[in-house]
């Protein structure tokens, strides 16, 4: 399973949910990972930051794809790509809200 990624300064949350919404009712069966939740297919827990560590990280998405589901959408801050808490995430699909100066000062 490759997930896709949400990205950019605001409305990575939103845009994630939405994401995954469209991908339910085209009849995947998929995850989410956010600032709020890690969630798939009748589990929640709550998360600790926008984007897991890499070995929590692999861990959900393995977790995912054992439960059957076949897709996941997550949210990706610049403040987990600079750590390279996603090196060796392959995504499927990349997307990117805006950019403001909120952004810039990382």
Known sequence: MCP???TG???KTSTTYLLDADLTAAGEKG???TGISISGP???FPATRTTPEAVPLKKALARFRDEGETAAVMEVSSHA???RRIDGTRFAA???TNLSPDHLDF
């Open 94 to 96: 990349v997307g990117f």
């Open 81 to 83: 790509v600079a750590p």
């Open 31 to 33: 995850g989410t990972l």
């Open 42 to 44: 009748g589990s929640v």
């Open 4 to 6: 896709r990624r949400v």
């Open 9 to 11: 300064t605001n409305g």
